[in-house]
T-cell receptor, first 120, second 111 residues
Framework: GAGVSQTPSNKVTEKGKYVELRCDPI?????LYWYRQSLGQGPEFLIY????????DSGLPNDRFFAVRPEGSVSTLKIQRTERGDSAVYLC??????????????????FGPGTRLTVL | QKEVEQDPGPLSVPEGAIVSLNCTYS??????FMWYRQYSRKGPELLMY????GNKEDGRFTAQVDKSSKYISLFIRDSQPSDSATYLC???????????FGTGTSLTVIP
């Protein structure tokens, strides 16, 4: 079946502009995650959704970053007033269940190809 | 100190060699350990996952967890040029969902 898809694959923008990055998770996966990967680094957690709600947004670096998942499927990561330091690959992952207070064990996260964001 | 430490390499080996990749971690509460493979300009692809201490084997890959030493390893037997990629270790708390990644080790297998 189809994996996690992300659009666009590449985004170039100017400092101060607003950008939206989209993630389409694997069908039926209730949990969705956003990570950011800088060059030569591992992915860093940004936010996790269980269904429509953000269960953990502790990784968002500041209030310029916001993410939504209004219908519990597709998610959009929004970055306002972009800065050059925001340049990175933004990865989305989904999992079937997810864990947390429900008591389920952590489930396997499947990653999309990422969106490469360049802020000039 | 980062929660997960991984030697970035690069690591270069001849085809057929046994490869050993390692990560150390500081949080003794981590219970779930993963290895991902990432090709250039692609998303991470899950290779192995293990729960708690012990070994797990899958084909040419063996994942090993030593919780007493806070040390995990991935062994690749009979390495192939197609194994050339960056290998990321990741771990999480049993009740958490945030994955903590190492920086990744770049591996090149020379034909």
């Amino acid at each position: 079946g189809a994996g996690v898809s992300q659009t666009p694959s590449n985004k170039v923008t100017e400092k101060g502009k607003y950008v939206e990055l989209r993630c389409d998770p694997i069908s039926g996966h209730t949990a969705l995650y956003w990570y950011r990967q800088s060059l030569g680094q591992g992915p860093e957690f940004l936010i996790y959704f269980q269904g429509t709600g953000a269960a953990d947004d502790s990784g968002l670096p500041n209030d310029r970053f916001f993410a939504v998942r209004p219908e519990g499927s597709v998610s959009t990561l929004k970055i306002q007033r972009t800065e050059r330091g925001d340049s990175a690959v933004y990865l989305c992952a989904s999992s079937l269940v997810g864990g947390g207070t429900s008591g389920y064990s952590t489930d396997t996260q499947y990653f999309g190809p990422g969106t490469r964001l360049t802020v000039l | 100190q980062k929660e997960v430490e991984q030697d970035p390499g690069p690591l270069s080996v001849p085809e057929g060699a046994i490869v050993s990749l390692n990560c150390t971690y500081s949080n003794s509460a981590f219970q779930y350990f993963m290895w991902y493979r990432q090709y250039s300009r692609k998303g991470p692809e899950l290779l192995m996952y293990t729960y708690s201490s012990g070994n797990k084997e899958d084909g040419r890959f063996t994942a090993q967890v030593d919780k007493s030493s806070k040390y995990i390893s991935l062994f690749i037997r009979d390495s192939q040029p197609s194994d050339s990629a960056t290998y990321l270790c990741a771990m999480s708390l049993i009740t958490g969902n945030q994955f903590y990644f190492g920086t990744g080790t770049s591996l090149t297998v020379i034909p």
